[in-house]
């Protein structure tokens, strides 16, 4: 991307509204960004006061001064004006349109901080205390209330027990993603939800990279805005099943929606997956990138074990930063060898089991048997079927450049 006029001191700006504000640890240094793109640099503080001055109208050259002024030094604001023009910050130079990166779509762009706020407000906060502690003493009460895996199957129907289960996560799962929307909004953050994959799981992910426009202590909301719903449907279920008198099957079913959505929540320990506590984790340790820097590190280990040359990716990075990358790096690389190897080993095949078993009472059913049976089965095959073709799609979207290889390999032995 370039200026559409050449750059200098008479040269005037407008920028995009840009979030321009002092990081959390170092006070000489400053965040800037475009929220609306999830665009973010970090600056000297100095430079950063330098754009505000370009933000306000004032000429390169007039800015150059006043920065000089009241530092004794001058900046080469032109240089900094290119760059702010390569991140897609600039919208005109000298009144000339700069083109620039499409801002994405927000989903839900009509829900504001005024509708969500309340989400997050004291009251709120003091009832959710409550359901958990009714919930706690509940639990420590009779432990036999708490969810169980024999929960999961409600009824003597495998397929309509997995169909059933299976669109319950569904709806909990796009209620959790709409909290870490709503925890965005609240700040006024655009954020987008959408399809993605872990490893062998198939998530759902809300894109929110734009609330590094707001300082660490507030951005913990939107990270835990979903494992607090998670813990409050829980806690809910628990206090209905036991108390409000409800019949068995809907008992039956309010544990296992309990049951259904603790898998949610337990999955957000798998750290190495950047699930809601890595993000947590990533702020704790104060890193910009955790998981990309330590793949880096984990690739610089591997050509470093094949005898190839390789450049430490960490040692650009601060002490403290660098030292919780290595130790991350050495967890994610181990806890994604043992889950993609635990899955290969156990899941995979119950997995193939099941639906091959599934396809089996299908065609008996068709053939003259259970016709309830058939049906059964062919719910198995279609929710199962339907997941991993999800699965499939969203790899291949997210991945194009391996499938692209791929083909050229293919085009090349033919």
């Known amino acids: 991307m370039t200026a559409p006029a050449a750059i200098g001191a008479g040269t005037t700006l407008v920028l995009h509204p840009l979030v321009n504000r002092l990081d959390d640890d170092d006070p000489e240094v400053s965040v800037v960004g475009r929220a609306a793109l999830g665009e973010f640099v970090e600056l000297p503080t100095v430079a950063a006061e330098a754009i505000a001055l370009l933000a306000d109208g004032h000429p390169i050259g ?20 290119e760059a702010l023009v390569e991140l897609g910050f600039v919208a005109s130079v000298d009144g000339e349109p700069v083109a620039g990166p499409t801002e994405p779509a927000e989903h839900l762009p009509w829900l504001t901080r005024k509708h969500v706020a309340w989400l997050f407000s004291r009251p709120m906060g003091v009832l ?23 929960d999961f199957y409600w009824s003597p129907f495998v397929g309509l027990v997995v169909l059933v289960n299976t669109a319950i996560f569904s709806v909990h799962l796009s209620l959790h993603e709409l909290m870490h929307l709503a925890a965005a909004r609240s700040y006024q953050a655009p954020a987008r939800i959408s399809f993605a994959t872990r490893l062998h799981h198939l998530v759902v992910q809300t894109d929110v990279t734009a609330v590094w426009a707001v300082p660490r202590r507030q951005r913990y909301r939107v990270y835990l805005a979903g494992m607090y719903w998670d813990l409050a449907v829980i806690c809910a279920c628990t206090v209905l ?9 809907v008992t039956h079913l309010l544990n296992a929606v309990a049951l259904v959505v603790s898998f949610s929540l337990f999955m957000q320990a798998h750290v190495y997956m950047r699930t809601d506590l890595y993000y947590v984790l990533m702020e704790r340790l104060r890193c910009r990138n955790l998981f990309q820097d330590s793949v880096d590190y984990v690739a610089h280990l591997g050509r470093r074990l094949r005898g190839k040359d390789s450049t430490d990716p960490t040692t650009e990075l601060a002490a403290r930063e660098r030292r919780a990358v290595r130790l991350y790096a050495i967890a994610m690389a181990l806890g994604s060898v043992i889950a993609v190897g635990v899955f290969a080993w156990y899941g995979l095949p119950i997995l193939v089991k099941g639906i ?29 079927g339907t997941l991993q073709v999800i699965f499939i799609v969203t790899f291949v979207r997210r991945h194009p450049r391996l499938f692209r290889f791929s083909a050229q390999l293919t085009g090349g032995k033919q």
């Open 62 to 81: 007039a800015a150059e001064d006043e920065i000089e002024r009241r530092h004794g030094a001058r900046l080469d604001l032109a240089e900094l004006a």
């Open 128 to 150: 959710w205390w409550a359901l958990v502690l009714a919930a706690v003493i509940t639990w420590v009460r009779d432990p036999g209330t708490l969810p169980a895996a024999s």
């Open 241 to 249: 099943a036991t108390y409000a008198g409800f019949t068995p099957g």
């Open 356 to 384: 091959t078993l599934a396809i089996s009472g299908l065609s008996h059913g068709v053939a003259g048997g259970s016709i309830a049976h058939a049906i059964d089965s062919a719910l198995i095959v279609l929710v199962e």
